[in-house]
């Protein structure tokens, strides 16, 4: 072998080796994101709420939807408390059976640029709020429980807020005779 040909394949093992370095580089930060990525499902309120007792809430259906100041929002109830909503609860003067839970999720909102009308649709997350009823775990706060998930979207991560059930019962008590709910189901 030439002593061209020798330095020619040292240079093309070189090359090979450092592409090969820089990919794995690459595959470590883009894999260290991936793992490093919040579980958000990992997170409960001190002494409150776990997110992980709302699994699969983004697939419940929707109650309805609201607009307060610069946010909007979609209300979702799981099937025990659509069930209950359907029966009249809370209207009939019934209360929602335990196991009923709702999840809101507040959107800054913004005006479409595609509608022809002004139209608000969701822009950026901005929090995600709970309420869950059993009259075992939280008789002192109407049998509700609430928590609430503030969202970053610098960090795209999910921060309790406050602590405890019990965050959301001083203001739910103005509609105590609707069981501490405020959003009605709207006629289908």
């Not at 090979?16 to 595959?27: D, G, K, Q, Y």
């Not at 009939?92 to 809101?104: I, R, T, V, W």
């Not at 640029?113 to 075992?136: C, E, K």
Request: charged share 20%.
């Amino acid at each position: 072998m030439s002593e061209k040909s020798s330095l020619s394949s040292g240079r093309r093992l070189l090359a090979t080796s450092a592409a090969a370095a820089a990919a794995m580089t690459v595959l470590a930060i883009l894999g260290g994101r991936a793992i490093s990525a919040q579980d958000k499902y990992t997170l409960q309120v001190p002494n409150g709420l776990a997110f992980s007792e709302f699994r699969g809430f983004e697939d419940w259906p929707t109650v309805a939807i609201s607009q307060a100041g610069e946010l909007i929002e979609v209300i979702l109830a799981n099937p025990v408390m659509i069930e209950a909503y359907r029966a009249g609860v809370p209207g009939n003067g019934k209360p929602f059976p335990d196991g009923s839970k709702m999840a809101k999720i507040h959107w800054k909102a913004k005006r479409s640029a595609a509608a022809p009308d002004p139209t608000l649709v969701p822009d950026i997350l901005h929090d995600i709020d709970f309420m869950v009823r059993d009259s075992r775990r939280f008789a002192d706060t109407g049998n509700w429980g609430w928590a609430q998930f503030n969202y970053d979207a610098a960090s795209d991560t999910f921060t309790p807020e406050g602590s405890g059930v019990n965050c959301g019962f001083e203001c739910h008590t103005i509609v105590k005779a609707k069981d501490y709910v405020f959003t009605a189901y709207g006629k289908r």
